[in-house]
């Protein structure tokens, strides 16, 4: 069961780097780049699992994972946070580790709390790490971090019932 647990755990970071078209926004195959991808969070996740996982070791993985595959801030933080998201989520992680994670953020979430100019950036424009923590923090004065409860209520119902119309 131990192996079992482990295979899932691994097989999460490709399903989101997939699902986050983290690869596909690069323009190219990078081995080197899915390999740090991959170690960065197995080694966050075992951070969570011991309970010594910090905001500032995620954000940290960011910046490093970012400047060594040459992509934006913004696309390395979807694929580094959505994965951390559901782990602690699925491994039933305690209060303390959950809200050391940052939400999310991607075109749906920004779209719905722009108010201004300074807010305006796409996930790719987002090269400047203190734009980021300027989302992260705006997002925690707002909600609960990880997910915004007006997301779970709007966006997560309705990718659960397009999953039940479509072919």
Request: glycine share 4%; proline share 4%; with cysteine.
């Amino acid at each position: 069961m131990e192996d079992y647990f482990e295979i899932v755990r691994q097989v999460l970071i490709p399903m989101f780097y997939k699902e986050t078209q983290l690869g596909r926004s690069l323009g190219e195959d990078n081995p080197e780049m899915k390999k740090q991808v991959f170690d960065s969070c197995l080694e966050l996740a075992n951070k969570a699992d011991n309970g010594t996982l910090r905001n500032e070791d995620i954000r940290n993985k960011i910046i490093e994972i970012s400047k060594n595959a040459k992509c934006s801030v913004g696309q390395t933080q979807k694929l580094v946070n959505v994965y951390l998201k559901y782990y602690c989520i699925l491994t039933k992680k305690p209060p303390e580790i959950i809200k050391e994670l940052d939400c999310p953020l991607d075109s749906q979430i920004m779209s719905k709390y722009q108010t201004s100019g300074l807010w305006k950036y796409s996930l790719r424009e987002m090269t400047d790490f203190s734009r980021y923590v300027a989302w992260q923090k705006r997002l925690e004065f707002i909600g609960n971090g990880i997910r915004l409860s007006p997301d779970i209520k709007t966006y997560d119902k309705q990718r659960i019932k397009l999953f039940f119309e479509s072919e």
